[in-house]
């Protein structure tokens, strides 16, 4: 009878401790969990004054212990770099890699769940660009149940809204708009007439041959836009001239390059090549 107590205390004893366990090693594996150890992908984009977007990839391979963390960080799962000066503080997690004795990025994320989001400096990029970090959590072969999408390229939508003013103010005789638009040294290359230098001369020869006479039309999905490092962005594209109230001197067709400057924040046309004017194409 003693021996049977005694084993019915053991098992019950034993049980408690085994459920405590249990709850214990449960809270730990997810406050492991919850910490930032572990694989993480995502992005590391720069995002520039312009509006422009220069995606990359970020893989991170943490280790924590304790506060200190440390690890590796690159473009891929094959470019990896040592994080240095890691540093978890309940939800907030910063380091630095070091890319090269000229070069190291530090990097300050916020922790939410299986999300790490912030942003990093040390890139070299103009004043105003930002550069975005996003990472998801993911297993040891770098695979997330959710993928980050890189951050939209605004530059194409920036000056399509250029040309767009632009043109308003071209068609409608807006002159004061157009000037504003347009750099003082604005150089001017047309096939038929040859160069013109400066904004007056380009607002003078609007008042002239354009105002109440042609309005031009840009032809759709013939718009393209890239960024020039450094300077702006330049633009293509075809565009119409019509004639209102003189139809008969039927409208006119031409290919078009132009040169934008983003300059203190300001965006203004400084060059412009307009060719193979021509009958338009039916």
């Known amino acids: 009878m003693a021996f049977s107590l005694r084993r019915t205390v053991f098992v019950a004893v034993a049980g408690l401790a085994l459920i405590l366990f249990g709850v214990t090693s449960a809270s730990l594996g997810q406050a492991a969990a919850a910490g930032p150890a572990g694989h993480w992908v995502g992005i590391f984009d720069i995002v520039h004054a312009d509006g422009s ?40 997690v910063s380091f630095e890699v070091v890319i090269n004795p000229q070069m190291t990025v530090k990097v300050h994320l916020s922790l939410e769940g299986d999300r790490l989001h ?13 550069i975005t970090v996003d990472i998801r959590r993911a297993d040891v072969a770098w ?21 767009r003013r632009l043109f308003d103010a071209y068609n ?55 960024r020039l490092n450094h300077y702006g962005a330049v633009e293509t594209g075809v565009h119409r001239f019509q004639h209102p109230g003189h139809e008969d001197e039927g409208v006119g067709e031409a290919k078009f390059v132009m040169i934008w400057q983003f300059k203190g924040g300001n965006w203004k046309l400084s060059r412009v090549i307009s060719y193979d004017h021509a009958v338009a194409k039916p």
């Open 53 to 92: 977007v220069d995606p990359g990839d970020a893989y991170f391979a943490f280790v924590q212990s304790g506060k200190e963390l440390s690890g590796t960080a690159g473009e891929s799962a094959a470019k990896q770099s040592p994080i240095t000066a890691g540093r978890v503080d309940a939800k907030t």
């Open 118 to 130: 912030g942003t990093a400096t040390g890139i070299p990029a103009e004043d105003g660009a930002t």
């Open 143 to 163: 695979h997330s149940a959710s993928a980050v999408a890189h951050l939209p390229d605004r530059l194409q939508e920036t000056v399509a809204g250029l040309d």
């Open 172 to 226: 409608n005789c807006d002159l004061a708009t157009l000037g504003a638009l347009v750099t003082d040294d604005l150089e001017f290359y047309h096939d038929n007439t040859g160069l013109a230098v400066g904004r007056q001369p380009f607002v003078d020869s609007t008042r002239k041959y354009i105002c109440g006479k042609v309005q031009r039309v840009l032809v759709p999905d013939s718009l393209q836009v890239y």
